[in-house]
């Protein structure tokens, strides 16, 4: 099937390549960020970000969470499909490369605004207890950490196209990889490793986001560090080490008791 004639396709057709879509690229994303991490550190190449050992069950209980925001994301796409539909957006007839690329990084932009500005909305008291603390559970976060939202945070980060395509006709293909990139920056964000030296880390604003899961605040940012800088959240890179010092310790007193 072409996706240029996306709106040819039955609404059912939609809802479940969706679905297939966004479990492909997770799954996709995961095992190749676990894979890599793994191979480094046998190599003894990199580290660990948050060397804190994960509570029993964490990674199952990612996937479950992750699986629910696939449905919601995947159904999700009869969104934007409808807005094409009934002509309230369009999309370009076909793919020049200049074009994309240059989609892609208005996009990209556009997705680190709608993160930090839904992220900073749910650290409101209220919607941190009732919504983003799921996400939260994940103190120290793996690859599966990625998707393991609540579903109202999920319906909220899955609307990140509506606007933009109300704005401007964007090839498919800039549309398609818009969510490849970003949770290919996801997982790299939540794999807990750093193999990137500190001068390389403009590079990836990623490599901080587990100081916003130690912190349970700051970095709020996604791909890039713009955000943060102008509403001052930006976390220095020792910020979380007092809290992880604590947890190691508290650990080995644990383990020393036993
Ligand atoms: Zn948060
Ligand atoms: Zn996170």
Not at 207 to 216: E, G, I, S
Not at 217 to 229: A, E, H, I, Q, W
Request: glycine fraction near 6%.
């Amino acid at each position: 099937m072409d996706v240029n004639h996306i709106t040819a396709w039955p609404a059912v057709a939609v809802a479940l390549g969706g679905v297939a879509y966004f479990a492909a690229i997770y799954l996709a994303a995961g095992l190749v960020a676990s894979g890599v991490r793994v191979a480094l550190l046998r190599r003894g190449r990199g580290r660990l970000l948050d060397p804190r050992p994960l509570p029993a069950g964490q990674v199952a209980r990612e996937r479950r969470q992750s699986a629910v925001s696939i449905v919601i994301f995947g159904v999700g796409l009869l969104l934007p499909w409808a807005m094409l539909v009934h002509g309230w957006a369009s999309v370009h007839s076909s793919n020049p490369p200049l074009r994309v690329v240059l989609e892609l990084l208005a996009l990209l932009v556009w997705n680190d605004i709608h993160f930090y500005t839904v992220h900073r909305v749910l650290h409101r008291p209220k919607l941190l207890r009732a919504v983003h603390a799921a996400h939260h559970r994940s103190v120290v976060t793996t690859p599966w950490s990625t998707y393991a939202f609540h579903p109202v945070e999920a319906l909220l980060l899955g609307s990140v196209l509506l606007p933009p395509m109300l704005l401007w006709p964007f090839t498919p293909l800039a549309l398609a990889l818009l969510p490849v990139l970003s949770l290919t920056y996801n997982a790299i964000g939540h794999s807990n490793f750093s193999a990137l030296p500190r001068r390389w880390r403009w590079l990836s604003n990623a490599q901080d986001h587990h100081l916003h899961h130690a912190c349970h605040r700051g970095n709020y940012g996604f791909l890039f560090t713009f955000m943060d800088k102008c509403f001052g959240t930006q976390l220095p890179h020792d910020a979380a080490r007092a809290v992880i010092e604590a947890g190691l310790a508290r650990d080995a007193r644990r383990g020393g008791a036993a």
